[in-house]
């Protein structure tokens, strides 16, 4: 067989079922058009958006549009130039990684031109062959592409059940005997805040049983950074415990609405990990405009909780209206918020026109969420909340999950999807909203 006739044919476990309901630029791959924020336009007409990760509001915030335009016209984006070892290094750069590393209480941090490659190489250069990884069974896959890479070295790994505290410790006395045998250590790898369920990792319990086993943490804080905690340090932070995670890792793409990622640890293991994580030996560095754009940001999160408090006004209102109205948002304990959709006969086919009727017919854009990005027999709509939102836009949507789920109730959506129509030109060239 030719080796793209199989590419041809299946576009695997997320693309198919876009094909089938003529999903692509709906359901996948969507054109949101506009300024960034809780209004845009889809596909010629105005939604209230609930998918974007800019929980802070930053994105279009005029000072950060500010301080992103100035640093663009007085750097330029190719400046630095190469790869911080060879001829990419800068003052700014050491700047805002000190500075980040003090806002997260560490020694130490790297600055990373993306998140999910970056953590993936994080991983890889941490653990040898001889060392084992436990970890928890919804950790995002950038960390299991990380594992996959330990995988490939013969390295072996465990998987616990999702904050399953007697699993991870079942899980540790494996390891503990595995790393014995091959002269090995253990890494233990979890997140902040899980992000489709909400839920925030058992952390102050995993680092209570470093008195019992011997391990190092890793944890994945991406929507946790900014937006949880008394100064929106993290999860670390919220259930004291930030002294015993080892690695800490988040990206800019959240509260920070920007590009690259950073880890913190001691320095001699900062150190470590600038001489040898791949992905950023052999890449370039992290654009300047960049760099002074992220510690403008991180000047605003770090100096004012106004932006924390107004996501979090938005977040109580959206939750408890969901839950007065009977949906089940599982739970979360932080800004994501999904609602689970049970007992759906039509299964994909059924909530895809359920979410058709919300943004045709409602004008609420909200992300439909199906296997492989959330477990088997999982079907959900994630809404994520943030400070640019309004009480306003809350109530209109809740008003609108009032309808949805009465349609629910009745068997409106059971059957064949409704066709979705081919874009216009006009709605490709950013119609008026209608």
């Known amino acids: 067989m030719d080796l793209f006739e199989k590419l041809r044919t299946n576009l695997g476990p997320i693309g198919s079922p876009s094909r089938e309901f003529n999903g692509h630029h709906y359901f996948a791959f969507p054109k949101l058009e506009g300024e960034l924020g809780p209004r845009m336009r889809f596909r010629g007409k105005e939604v209230l958006n609930w998918s974007l990760n800019n929980y802070l509001g930053l994105a279009n915030h005029p000072e950060i549009r500010k301080a992103d335009a100035e640093a663009s016209e007085q750097w330029g984006l190719a400046y630095p130039m190469g790869a911080r070892m060879m001829s990419g290094n800068s003052e700014l750069h050491e700047q805002f990684e000190q500075e980040l590393a003090q806002f997260v209480g560490k020694e130490d941090a790297f600055l990373l031109n993306y998140g999910y490659q970056g953590v993936m190489s994080a991983i890889e250069a941490v653990v040898d062959h001889r060392d084992v990884i436990v970890y928890d069974a919804e950790c995002h896959a950038c960390l299991i592409d990380g594992i996959r890479l330990h995988k490939a070295k013969l390295g072996e790994y465990y998987k616990f059940n999702h904050n399953d505290m007697a699993s991870l410790e079942k899980n540790l006395q494996r390891a503990t005997k595995k790393a014995a045998e091959k002269g090995g250590s253990i890494l233990v790898i979890t997140e902040g805040v899980f992000g489709m369920s909400g839920k925030v990792g058992s952390l102050d319990q995993i680092v209570a049983l470093k008195e019992k086993y011997e391990f190092r943490l890793l944890v994945d804080d991406a929507h ?20 015993g995670i080892d690695l800490y890792f988040s990206t800019f793409a959240k509260s920070m609405a920007a590009i690259g990622a950073f880890i913190a640890a001691d320095h001699d293991i900062i150190m470590y990990l600038k001489y040898n994580m791949r992905s950023q030996t052999y890449a370039k560095a992290l654009p300047m405009p960049y760099v002074v754009g992220g510690l ?59 979410t058709k009727d919300l943004r045709e017919n409602m004008g609420v854009f909200c992300s439909i969420v199906v296997y492989p990005v959330v477990p088997k027999g999982t079907i959900m709509l994630r809404i994520i909340p943030t400070a640019a939102h309004t009480l306003e836009d809350v109530e ?39």
């Open 224 to 243: 946790g950074f900014g937006t949880m905690g008394a100064t929106g340090a993290g999860v670390g932070e919220m259930l004291g415990c930030q002294d």
């Open 296 to 354: 403008k940001r991180l000047d605003m999160i770090r100096n004012s909780s106004e932006y924390r408090d107004k996501l979090w006004t938005n977040v109580r209102a959206l939750q408890t209206g969901l839950r007065e109205r009977g949906f089940d948002i599982g739970d979360t304990q932080s800004p994501v918020t999904p609602v689970f959709l049970h007992h759906i006969e039509g299964g994909v086919a059924e909530v895809a026109t359920l």
């Open 396 to 434: 209109y949507t809740l008003n609108a999950f009032s309808q949805i789920g009465e349609k629910l109730k009745q068997g409106v959506y059971r059957g064949n999807i409704a066709p979705v129509a081919p874009e216009t030109l006009e709605v490709s060239a950013g119609a008026a909203t209608e």
